[in-house]
């Protein structure tokens, strides 16, 4: 149905098109008068008829975005658009009125003279007025002048001999000034990126004038031995003023601040807020929040207690739904996709079996939660990226981002971090006192008491206690919660979602989510075992296959493997197909790593790596301290050797070697001889017994000994004759 103000797009033989707004209609007379929105002519008479039978053939169009429509607050308008648009209307007011009269030609010229002579107006202003008035949909703020369409915004001036911008004062001292042209552009890019966008913040002023420093200055002097450049004088470069035009006209706001500040400081801070979850969720497993927090408490090591090893890093998932906790983890390791792939790991694991690997046993009702959720929200940048494309594409699960410190987005895990942080932090030691400021109070950190495995304890009993006893204050039930009579208890909501609304979870084999979500890394395959970080392993298939034969005798290679990063008992050798692995364990002289996570392990070998940096001293004095002695015994031989020194010759030397070692041997051979029940006499008298035989024995025996000292001394001078 055609009325007034309609635009009709009429699509023409050669073509052409053109677009007609209806100004009038007297359907009885089957007659309209309309006016071309894009020529400057004046309204001209169409048949009713004419325009029906052309939309019904399909040479004719209703539009029905008018490209003058637009939404205009009285408050916004300067007051010189508000002073033009109301003196045109003003001239015009009464004649708009004058329908269908004002239409006519001969009638519109006479009015339109008149008009003119009372506001002294020439009469084609006056017609003007009347056209704009009529095309722009008969409307007063048809007469607001266009100055959005003045300055050729977008439109880069080029640049020609004439000066552009204001005239200088004072031209015929400072000069005219030049042109910013192409080369000056790429001048000014050079040291933007050299002097600006650099760590050390310069300032955009210091960035100009060492530009001109660099590019700028043909001339040098000899200054106290130094080269100093001349800088041309201020007619001849660019100003300070083009130049920070030029850099705000261009700026980029993401190099910017990935230059000067950093690229998470961006990310943080400044990138574009394009994340968003606008989806709502209606059952379980429709959408899972997963955020992480630095705990308010410091831990030490399992290796050693005197050992303080920081905050730990809590990661949360929990069903929006029915604010269940469907997924923890308690690590070392800042946020990062390796946390955020343990949280999502446990959330669709078993968790009897992961509570009893902490030595807590519950049943499969305490904790039913071993599902994928359809969507998982997030706000840290974990889940952007390479890591997460398996979590995607393999596993169908819908990745919703949210701007960082837009915490009221993610309200459901922001609370749940606080209200934990409530229940726990009076009760255990060594948490974050910021109070503790003041000189000479005792430090919080030395309250340490609590290690990993103890407070992921602590944690899990919190989420056990969240699930099945924490009543939800604020939840609004749906009626259909009123009318079952659902308590408001993350289980209890849990269990009628599951049952009343449709399932949005999906059960996935543990194992294929864990291939999909472990971190990936290379290790080494030695004659030791696989090697990786720092720790060694093997399977049955590599022993049945002497990879580690093959390593000591043809050198080592590279492979692939995946790691749970809690517990380093495993590593796992992915197959080609993508669904078999290959599980390696942990050799046994490793046993100190056994049951420890990635971060314990690092902090281990880190800790042993300082203890061997600091005892380097020690041992090279040690050595030094050997290598003196040895020096000292070797120069005292040498010394006696030099005393004892015989003319002999030095073949004679030789040629006595074999005697000379038969005589050592001998000589040692009574030195080394052992004697049982040995006593020594030092300077006391003999006791001479009167026993006669006794006598007989003892001189006997003196007799043999001195006997054979004899026999062997005239064998030694018989061999050196």
Known sequence: MIAVNTLIKWVQDNDKESVERILWLDRQQNFAYVINIYLNESPFPRSISDIEEGIKQGIAFILENDPFVKVVHEEELSEKSRQIRDKAWEVIKELVTLEPAIFDKKERRELVLKASSIYQLHEKTVLNYLKRFWKRGKIKNALLPDYYLCGGTGKERRAGDKKRGRRRKNVELIGEGINVDEEIKRIFNIAVNKYYHTGTKKSLKLAYELMRKEFFSDEFR?????????????????????????????????????????????????????????????????????????????????????????????????????????????????????????????????????????????????????????????????????????????????IQNTPPYRADWKAVIEQHFRITNLRVKPLLPGTVNPDVRERGDRDYRLDAKLDIYQFTQIIIKCALYHNNQYYLKNYDREEMMVADEVECIPREIWNWGIANRAGRLRSVPEDIIKLNLMPSDTATVTAKGIKFKGLYYASQKTLKERWFEKARNKGTWKIDVSFDPRNMNFIYIKEQNGMDFEKCFLLEHQDRYKDKNFEEIQYLLEEEKLQLKLLEDKELQAKVDLITEIESITKEAEKSFKEEKSDESDSKRKKGIRNNRRIEKMLNREKEAFELDKKDTGNKAEVISFNRTEQKEQFDENDAIDLLLRKQKEALKKIHE
């Open 222 to 398: 000899i200054q106290n031995g130094i080269k100093v450049p001349i800088i041309k004088p201020v007619g001849d470069v660019p100003t300070y003023a083009q130049f920070r035009y030029w850099y705000y006209k261009n700026i980029n706001f993401k190099k910017k601040i990935t230059s000067r500040q950093s690229s998470k400081k961006y990310e943080q801070q400044h990138r574009p807020l394009l994340g968003n979850s606008t989806s709502e969720a209606i059952a379980p497993g429709s959408i899972y929040q997963i955020d992480a927090t630095v705990g308010d408490i410091y831990l030490v090591s399992r290796f050693n207690r005197n050992w303080i090893i920081g905050r730990p890093v809590i990661y949360g998932v929990i069903d929006v739904f029915s604010r269940m906790v469907v997924g923890i983890y308690v690590g070392l390791e800042g946020p990062s996709w390796i946390g955020a792939m343990m949280a999502l790991a446990n959330a669709a694991s078993d968790k009897v079996a992961f509570c009893r690997e902490y030595g807590i046993d519950i049943e499969e009702k305490d904790w039913p939660v071993h599902h994928l959720p359809e969507a998982i929200l997030a706000d840290r940048g974990e889940l952007e990226g390479k890591n997460v494309e398996n979590l995607i594409n393999a596993l169908h699960v819908k």
